[in-house]
């Protein structure tokens, strides 16, 4: 009780420290709970999303008799730990009688047969992906709707509001058109979606269901693989279950995205608990006095440790439950203000955020944790130091006589094996080689202080000469190099990331240039419903690439086709190309092979061109050979280069010839083509005709292929964009540390600055040296964070080649300049308070303080 009065009473008498170093914990508590809101929904709805546009979910049950079973079943399947979500379903055919919709016996049916579905309303939509052109999904509480394609509709002559006549158990019936969505893009019965209780009213099956459908809450192959055994033992063996491949392209793409998001959280967690920590050490190191005061009394070193946890237990409490209520506001906020971004240019729909139990617990064990033991350690090292060691000034540390202290030999040496570390080559070596970079540079940050200080100082000195603020400045920031350093380490780390970030950005944007422009070249594409998800695409014959290289003003039509094998337990998707007319209208970005060879080999044998994630997953190279298993046996493929494309860029393919997926694969099917114009064509009448032709092919949607890129490459600018404000979002601890740095400084200099007041100091000389100090920390954290920055995107940039992605590091000249200018103006705004905190003293009141 006595150690909880008297921190109480320390952090009333002091509000404004208390309140900067509560802010510092909110903040981080802020942005990790913020982040891990983030993090699941947008998984989540990659999940969801993805999986429901490209009409697969993870898990169908069924009966295996194939009969409808109780819905009660959904609740025991839903049940099983690691299920995110279960819903059933009650799907039935319905034949219709001849001429029942046309009643022209003369003209042959158009609609012959119909699939009513019943769906859960609530539960449906975050399992598939419902993308309404018009009207509104169904609800709850609908009788006698329905929702259907656009297809349908115009097939039969009906808008919203209009009435389905349908035969079923019950007699005819007539369902009011709610919704309409977009026009069937694969072959198929044409579905009626109604909900699940009028489905069961209309076939006659009370409380029966035929299907369900589940996601699971992962995308870790082995777990998913436990889960579902799960369900097969809950369920018994009475029922079927139809999984999700491990090694499908949708599972691969959903991993893909998770690791991206999962390492954007990280670098979040690691700034938040750096900001807590490098406060609540300056807020320590700044009672230096106090706790000399309470040794010199009689505290114990067992009594100064214990105060300062209760204090940092009391900011922490305060700090993380504020920092939560922020967090999930900020998370909310970032979703509502991105879901316009999301569903329209990257098709995914973003659902309510996701507050789960391990984040929950996670913001409170940092909030409260680290500030515990970021106050531990400082303590303990306070502690140890005499009272009257305590008491003396300060400024002693920079009158000491010059001598290389063990820490600035510790961090030149870790600078030197993080150099080695990235001479190498190693991955490995190199990614342990950012830790000790960074740690070299944050314990050698105090001895550049001085010299740092003195070479920005000048600059300074010559701005501010009148009146001599530049020199005060720079000898304020040389007395306390220690503090000055930690302080510039937030500033540093926070810049660095910006510039790690702009280099990996900047090199993947030439990549990424150079890819797309290479795949869609083509004047035109007939672009399938699912791009990079071959499995669930439906293509045409031959005959169509054939009826299209018929038209007048077409030079050249190549087509993509599909297939699947494996190899080594691998599942591989295989493209077949035509090595003759693939190079006309299209092409792959190499990153070892030549591609004349390359396209030469593919057309005289069993010759493959691996893409660079198989390549690089499976160590292969060109020369090497590849086993795959086909339907007609076990067939060898040499490998004649690693190359890759746009549509696949995120997934394990390679690419055979077409004559070869034939002959072993028995895949005769294009799933996607690309033409080109001669020069002189009529590009509209070219169009009219290509659509004339494709006509009865619904699977298809004719894309104009430079506008189609130019799409592409917005696109990406979105993305990226995106991306910045986030990482924008991450340079904010360094804005806060060294404002909490100024503050606390002018907060123990008080007497020292109604000293400079009383000797004829005005308010502005006084504001300008508080602003040169901002400065001056603002250039340290800058320098550093410059060489950190650099470093860090280097190796970056060479672990996403190593991952498949063959890129090549591009100096970020433009995040350079960017990252000065944010150093910089972070310095100013940070010095904005403090400096008129200091410029409004009572000259009489802070010659009295303390």
């Given amino acids: 009780m006595t150690n909880l009065i008297m921190a109480s009473r320390y952090l009333l008498g002091r ?86 919709y046309d009643q022209d016996p003369a003209a042959p049916d158009r609609i012959t047969v119909l699939s009513v579905v019943g769906l859960d309303p609530q539960k449906a939509p975050a399992l598939r992906y419902y993308p309404l052109e018009e009207g509104r999904f169904l609800e709850a509480d609908d009788t006698h709707s329905a929702v259907i394609t656009v297809s349908l509709a115009e097939a039969l002559g009906l808008g919203l509001g209009d009435s389905l006549r349908l035969p079923t158990t019950q007699g005819e019936v007539r369902l009011t058109v709610v919704g309409l969505l977009p026009a069937r893009a694969m072959p198929g019965n044409e579905e009626v979606l109604v909900p699940l209780a009028e489905a069961q009213a209309l076939l006659n099956q009370p409380g029966q269901i035929n299907t369900i459908e589940a996601n699971l809450n992962t995308t870790d192959e082995a777990r998913r693989e436990e889960i579902i055994q799960a369900i097969q ?34 670098v979040a967690l690691l700034m938040g608990g750096f900001i807590i920590f490098n406060t609540f050490r300056t807020v320590v190191a700044e009672r230096r006095r106090d706790i000399g005061i309470l040794r010199s009394v009689g505290a114990n070193r067992r009594t100064i440790i214990a105060l300062i946890l209760t204090e940092g237990l009391l900011q922490g409490i305060a700090g993380t439950a504020a920092g939560i209520i922020l967090g999930y506001l900020f998370g909310l906020g970032v979703l509502q203000l991105s879901a316009p971004i999301f569903a329209s240019y990257l098709h995914l729909e973003l659902g309510a955020p996701v507050v789960n139990l391990p984040a929950l617990i996670a913001a409170v064990v940092l909030g409260i944790g680290v500030t515990l033991l970021a106050g531990l350690m400082p303590a303990l090292s306070a502690s140890r130091v005499t009272p009257l060691e305590a008491l003396r000034p300060p400024a002693a540390e920079a009158s000491a006589p010059f001598r290389v202290k063990p820490g600035t030999v510790i961090g030149g040496l870790l600078l030197v094996l993080a150099v080695l570390a990235l001479v190498s080559g190693d991955i490995r070596l190199t990614s342990l080689g950012i830790l000790l ?52 380490s937030a500033t540093m780390i926070g810049l660095a ?7 990996v950005m900047s090199s993947v944007t030439v990549y990424f240039e150079d890819v797309v422009r290479k795949s869609l070249g083509s004047d035109f594409i007939l672009l399938p419903p699912s791009v990079a998800v071959w499995g669930s695409d439906v293509g045409a014959s031959p005959d169509l690439a054939v009826r299209l290289r018929q038209v007048d003003g077409v030079e050249a039509v190549s087509t993509l086709r599909v297939g699947v094998t494996a190899s080594d337990g691998a599942a591989l ?72 494309d746009y549509f696949n860029a995120k997934v394990s393919v390679a690419y055979i010839s077409q004559a070869n997926l034939a002959a072993d694969f028995d895949r005769e099917e294009d799933v996607l083509i690309q033409l080109n114009l001669t020069p002189d064509a009529d590009a509209k009448a070219v169009e009219s005709a290509l659509r004339e032709i494709m006509a009865p092919y619904p699977q298809f949607a004719l894309i104009n292929g430079r506008e ?26 360094s804005l806060i540390a060294m404002l909490n740095t100024l503050a606390i400084a002018v907060i123990e200099r008080t007497r020292e600055i109604g000293m400079l007041r009383a000797t004829g100091a005005t308010r502005r000389q006084v504001r ?51 990252a000065t200018a944010v150093g910089l103006l972070f310095g100013a705004l940070a010095a904005i308070i403090p400096a008129r905190q200091a410029a409004r003293l009572e000259i009489v009141q802070a010659l009295r303080y303390e």
């Fill in 497 to 503: 990331l910006l510039i790690a970030m702009a280099g």
């Fill in 708 to 733: 189609y890129l130019e799409q592409t490459m917005q696109l990406f600018r979105v993305a990226f964009l995106v991306f910045d404000v986030l990482l924008g979002v991450l340079a904010l601890p």
């Fill in 15 to 100: 509000k404004l420290r208390t309140f900067l170093t509560t802010l510092a914990i909110v903040f981080g508590v802020f942005l990790i709970f913020g982040m891990n809101i983030l993090i699941p929904t947008m998984v989540q709805s990659l999940q969801a999303n993805m999986l429901a546009a490209s009409g697969q979910v993870d898990v169908t049950i069924t009966q295996v008799t194939g009969a409808a079973f109780p819905a009660s079943v959904v609740e025991e399947a839903a049940s099983v730990e690691g299920v995110r979500l279960a819903a059933g379903s009650l799907q039935r055919n319905v034949n219709l009688p001849a001429d029942y």
């Fill in 233 to 266: 033992d809950r369920l018994g063996d009475s029922y079927h279950l139809g999984a999700l491949p491990s090694g499908a392209e949708m599972l691969a793409s959903l991993q893909m995205g998770e690791i991206a998001v999962n390492l954007f959280g990280f």
């Fill in 573 to 644: 998707t295989l493209l077949g190309l035509d090595p003759q007319t693939f190079p006309q209208v299209s092409g792959l970005a190499f990153q070892s092979g030549d591609p004349e060879t390359a396209y030469a080999a593919l057309a005289s044998g069993r010759s493959i061109i691996l893409n660079n994630i198989f390549a690089a997953q499976n160590r292969l190279g060109v020369g090497d050979e590849i086993e795959l298993i086909t339907p007609h046996g076990r067939q060898t493929y040499q490998v004649v280069g690693v190359a890759g």
């Fill in 437 to 488: 970079f960074i740690m070299g540079l944050v314990m050698l940050a105090p001895a550049l202080v001085t010299p740092i200080a003195r070479l920005f100082g000048s600059l300074l000195s010559i701005l501010f000469a009148r009146d001599g603020t530049g020199t005060l400045a720079q000898a304020n920031l040389s007395r306390q190099p220690t503090r000055a350093a930690v302080t510039a």
């Fill in 768 to 818: 300008r040296m508080i602003v040169g100090e901002a400065l001056l920390l603002a250039a340290l954290g800058t320098a550093l964070g410059m060489l950190a920055g650099l470093y860090l995107g280097y190796v970056l940039t060479g672990a996403v080649s190593v991952a498949g992605f063959p890129l090549t590091y591009s100096f970020p000249a433009a995040g350079l300049i960017a």
